[in-house]
C-alpha cells in the first residue's frame, strides 16, 4: 500500500479522521491552520531529504517524519513564555524546529564509519 503525505480537507471527512488517528491532539477544530502545518512539515521534509524521487516512491520514514515535524511546529506556537518554552514548574518543554530523531527518520545512520 502506497503511503501518502498527511493532508486535511474540509471536503474529505476521511483526511480529518486520518490525521486524528495519528495525532489525537492535532488541532482539527481549526483545519486552515493545520494544513499550513502539515504543509510546512512536508516542505521541510523534502528538503532535508538527501534526494527526493521524481516518481513519488519515497520512504514511508518521510510521511512518518512530516507527523513528527507538524507535531513539533504545533507545540513550538504553543509556547507560553518569552524564552520559547512550555509547561510548568519542573516540567518545561523547549521545542526545537527538527530534531535529531527526525532527522535522523529522514537521513538514516548507516554505521559506518566517516573517513574523509
Do not use: C, H
Not at 474540509?10 to 488517528?21: S, Y
Not at 513519488?56 to 518554552?85: C, E, F, H, K
Not at 510548568?88 to 518543554?93: L, M, P, Q, R
Amino acid at each position: 500500500m502506497p503511503v501518502t503525505w498527511y493532508v486535511v480537507d474540509a471536503e474529505d471527512p476521511a483526511t480529518v479522521q486520518r490525521i486524528r488517528g495519528a495525532w489525537k491532539s492535532a488541532p482539527i477544530e481549526n483545519l486552515e491552520v493545520l494544513e499550513m502545518i502539515l504543509d510546512a512539515a512536508k516542505a521541510q521534509v523534502i528538503a532535508y531529504a538527501p534526494e527526493f524521487p521524481t516518481d513519488n516512491a519515497y520512504p514511508p520514514r518521510y510521511v512518518l517524519a512530516q507527523l513528527m515535524q507538524a507535531r513539533t511546529l504545533w507545540t513550538a506556537g504553543q509556547v507560553i513564555d518569552g524564552g520559547g518554552s512550555t509547561g510548568e514548574g519542573d516540567f518545561v518543554y523547549t521545542p526545537r524546529p527538527m530534531d535529531k530523531t527526525i532527522r535522523t527518520l529522514i537521513r538514516p545512520e548507516d554505521g559506518k564509519p566517516d573517513v574523509g
